[in-house]
Each structure stands twice: as structure tokens, then as C-alpha cells.
């Protein structure tokens, strides 16, 4: 049993407060890493970090906004020196699949000397329900440049099980463990399982990418534009088109499914709110 926290970067984000939560459930002790915690964690701001680390035992590493920018290889090779200069024994980083910056980061981890875990996602169910995806949803519209092609959305329970796992158990030191759902899904066969779940009709709009830039610029400004843009013309391309066994290989057992999210999504009531209400 640790003696010692886990910090948890990205600890208020997704992926990260599941993690979180599943940690404190299991009786381990948890730092938050969140520029509002006792210890503030800023990704703009490493003279916090070296207080952020000490002291803790392993770390989960979500980057904020996302390993393709540009900056993310210099920001994580430095988090990984102050990890080593505070004697951190375990890193277990969260990257995108076929994002070559992302494989960038995961090399920076890999050769930090510190025992790793790499968790190579597909893109989140939650994106439709938390995420940037969801004014999407309750507009009734997901405009994206993605065509046909069909991507292995996971659901982030099972990235943060895998998570857990890798902080508490051994044996997954030195794993990159690509963790995809069970089935291949075009945005249009998304957007038909939300419509069959919550009962109001959700549709899927193939846009180029240079409209979908336009519309982001409008929505989010053109920083999140032109990185969410430079995102998707690089992974979708057909690349992501296949399963991966990660989520088996890590805890035995096969990833949740997307229609099952689907039922629980809506009877939470989130895709059912005023389209106004996805920014509070
Ligand atoms: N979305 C996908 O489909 C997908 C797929 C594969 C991989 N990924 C990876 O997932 C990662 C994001 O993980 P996530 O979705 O769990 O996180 P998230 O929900 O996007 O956000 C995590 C947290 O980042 C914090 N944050 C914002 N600005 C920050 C800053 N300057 N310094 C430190 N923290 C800051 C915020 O916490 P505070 O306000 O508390 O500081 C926020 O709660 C990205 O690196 C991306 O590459 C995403």
C-alpha cells in the first residue's frame, strides 16, 4: 500500500477526475494537480511544479489543451526533469493515437528514465456529453471533417480504469497500452446511436476543413481553430481505422460500448438541455 499520493495532473479534467475519484474510492491518497489546488499545477507556470511533485510517489499526466500543440515535447520533457529531480518513481502518461506529436511526448517519457505507463487513447465517448462536442449535440448537428471515416471511440471509465491500474498495480511498467472501444464508428453511426438514446434527432454534417475552422474560430476562437483543425486533418485520414487490445491486455476484460454510454448520457439528462446551457 502507498504511503505516499498520487498528483494527478489534469485532476478537475476528465480523465482525470474519474482517476481521482477511483483512487480516493480505493483508499489512496491523492494530490490534485489543478492551477486552483493547494499546490497550484499550471502548464504556463513551472516555477509550481517542483512543490506539485514532491513528495508524491507516481503521477498521471493529462496535457491541457492537447499533446498536438506545438509546445506540448518541450513543456512534458521539462515536467519529466523535475520528476526525476524530485525523485518521482512512476509516470503514467494519457496521448492520442496516430498524433505524431503525441508519439513525441510518449518517447520524452520513455527515455526519462522513470518507470512509465503509456496509455494511448482513441477519442472519448465524452467528448458528446462533456466535451467540446457537446453544443454539437444539443444543436442538433455535428459538423466535422471527418467523411466516412470510422474511429474507435472509448469510453474515458475505461482509460481511467487502466489509469488506476497502472499506478497501483505491477506489472505494467513499461507497457504502452493503446486503448480504443470495441467498434469502429463513423460519426454518422454516432450520431444515429444519440438520436436512438435521447429520443431527439441528432445529425452528422460532413464539412470540409476549412469550414469547420470558420465555424470554430466563431465558437471557441481561432487558438482551439487551429489546433482542433490541425488535429483532425492529421488523424483523420483513415489512419485510426482499427481496434487495439489495450483495454483487455491492462484489466482483462473487454471496453464498454458506445450504445450503453448512449442510454446512461441521456438519462442523465445532458442532451436534453437548452443548447444556450452547454457553456455554464
Ligand atoms: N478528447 C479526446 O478525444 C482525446 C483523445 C485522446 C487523447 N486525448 C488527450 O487528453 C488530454 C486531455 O485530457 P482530459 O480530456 O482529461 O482533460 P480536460 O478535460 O481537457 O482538461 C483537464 C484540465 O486541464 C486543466 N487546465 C486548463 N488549463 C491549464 C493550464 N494552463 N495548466 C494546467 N492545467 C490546466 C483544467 O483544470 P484546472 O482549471 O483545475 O486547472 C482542466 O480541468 C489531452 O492531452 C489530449 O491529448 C484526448
Redesign the pocket.
Same mark, same amino acid.
Not at 499545477?41 to 504556463?44: Q, R, T, Y
Not at 493529462?62 to 498536438?68: G, H, K, T, V
Given at each position: 500500500m502507498h504511503n505516499a499520493p498520487f498528483l494527478i495532473i489534469? $485532476?478537475? /479534467?476528465?480523465? /482525470?477526475r474519474r482517476i481521482a475519484q477511483k483512487l480516493q474510492a480505493g483508499g489512496y491518497m491523492v494530490r490534485h494537480g =489543478? +492551477?486552483?489546488a493547494e499546490r497550484p499545477?499550471?502548464?504556463?507556470d513551472p516555477s509550481g511544479w517542483a512543490a506539485a511533485l514532491e513528495g508524491v510517489s507516481a503521477a498521471y499526466v =493529462?496535457?491541457?489543451?492537447? @499533446? $498536438?500543440v506545438p509546445q506540448a515535447p518541450a513543456a512534458i520533457t521539462r515536467l519529466v526533469e523535475t520528476a526525476r529531480a524530485a525523485g518521482l518513481k512512476k509516470l503514467v502518461l @494519457?496521448? /492520442? +493515437?496516430g498524433e505524431a506529436n $503525441?508519439e513525441r511526448c510518449e518517447e520524452i517519457v520513455r527515455e526519462s528514465g522513470i518507470d512509465f505507463t503509456l496509455v494511448r $487513447? =482513441?477519442?472519448?465517448f465524452q467528448?458528446f456529453d462533456e /466535451?467540446q462536442l457537446l453544443g454539437s449535440v444539443l444543436g442538433g448537428t455535428i459538423a466535422m471533417p471527418a467523411g466516412e471515416v470510422r474511429e474507435p471511440f472509448i469510453d474515458i471509465e475505461d482509460i481511467a480504469d487502466v489509469a488506476v491500474a497502472a499506478l497501483t498495480e505491477d506489472g505494467h511498467a513499461g507497457e504502452l497500452y493503446e486503448v480504443t472501444g470495441p467498434q469502429l464508428l463513423s460519426l454518422a453511426d454516432v450520431a444515429e446511436a444519440i438520436t436512438q438514446a435521447c429520443g431527439r434527432t441528432v445529425e452528422y454534417l460532413p464539412v470540409t476543413f476549412e469550414q469547420f475552422h470558420a465555424a470554430l474560430s466563431e465558437q471557441a476562437g481561432p487558438e482551439m481553430a487551429d489546433m482542433l483543425t490541425a488535429l483532425c486533418r492529421e488523424v483523420f485520414d483513415g489512419r485510426n481505422e482499427s481496434l487495439a487490445d489495450g483495454v483487455q491486455r491492462a484489466l482483462g476484460r473487454a471496453p464498454r460500448d458506445f450504445s450503453a454510454f448512449c442510454r446512461q448520457a441521456a438519462a442523465s439528462g445532458v442532451w436534453n438541455l437548452p443548447a444556450e446551457a452547454q457553456s455554464a
Open positions: 489534469g $485532476a478537475t /479534467g476528465k480523465t /482525470g =489543478s +492551477r486552483h499545477f499550471d502548464w504556463e =493529462s496535457y491541457f489543451p492537447d @499533446l $498536438a @494519457l496521448s /492520442g +493515437r $503525441a $487513447a =482513441s477519442w472519448f467528448n /466535451g
